[in-house]
T-cell receptor
Framework: GENVEQHPSTLSVQEGDSAVIKCTYS??????FPWYKQELGKRPQLIIDIRSNVGEKKDQRIAVTLNKTAKHFSLHITETQPEDSAVYFCAASKSYQLIWGAGTKLIIKP | DTAVSQTPKYLVTQMGNDKSIKCEQN?????MYWYKQDSKKFLKIMFSYNNKELIINETVPNRFSPKSPDKAHLNLHINSLELGDSAVYFC?????????????FGEGSRLTVL
């Protein structure tokens, strides 16, 4: 079955710098890759997603890239701000079930 | 208007008790889920219902029983609570299954078993 690995588990960056979180998946048939953000004490919320027919997608300071050959996808956050501090989850799906990564805690240092 | 609402938000109970968590969505979605998030923050799928039909039933003790009276509601009943059941339980809904789009989560129900 599908397996999703997410790295790093914790990422600490200076405010204003960029942050990159990487995920790899095992099932080449997976075709949908969302990223969720969970602030402390809150619910997870979708921030961006990408489908396998697209290599990159951007939304303001957030971008996701997908490399189908290598079976990995990454979340890029530029010009990080204090409100970017949260746990970020990647996931992969080919049909009825989402397979989740273990999460990355992003810490923004002032 | 809250899209996915679950009650109660907090539950503190003794080992061995039975408790229920209720979930309702007003988004008109076909699929609803229960997730467990433990202290390490990992999101573990427990159950998924599509139009009141169970489609995902992960390896969860049979003390956990979901019930979907209609496609807008998915409740979770837990019998004989154990210390290891302490976690945050999230209800979620989506328009379809898995790869069809965004999951909308409820605020979570924090269960503490003493």
């Amino acid at each position: 079955g599908e397996n999703v690995e997410q790295h790093p588990s914790t990422l600490s960056v200076q405010e204003g710098d960029s942050a990159v979180i990487k995920c790899t998946y095992s099932d080449s048939a997976s075709n949908y890759f969302p990223w969720y953000k969970q602030e402390l004490g809150k619910r997870p919320q979708l921030i961006i997603d990408i489908r396998s027919n697209v290599g990159e997608k951007k939304d303001q300071r957030i971008a996701v890239t997908l490399n189908k050959t290598a079976k990995h996808f990454s979340l890029h956050i530029t010009e990080t701000q204090p409100e970017d501090s949260a746990v970020y989850f990647c996931a992969a799906s080919k049909s009825y079930q989402l397979i989740w990564g273990a999460g990355t805690k992003l810490i923004i240092k002032p | 208007d809250t899209a996915v609402s679950q009650t109660p938000k907090y539950l503190v109970t003794q080992m061995g008790n039975d408790k229920s968590i209720k979930c309702e969505q007003n988004l008109g979605h076909d699929t609803m889920y229960w997730y467990k998030q433990d202290s390490k923050k990992f999101l573990k799928i427990m159950f998924s219902y599509n139009n009141k039909e169970l489609i995902i039933n992960e390896t969860v003790p049979n003390r956990f029983s979901p019930k979907s009276p209609d496609k807008a509601h998915l409740n979770l009943h837990i019998n004989s609570l154990e210390l290891g059941d302490s976690a945050v339980y999230f209800c979620a809904s989506s328009p379809g299954q898995g790869n069809t789009g965004e999951l909308f989560f409820g605020e979570g129900s924090r269960l503490t078993v003493l």
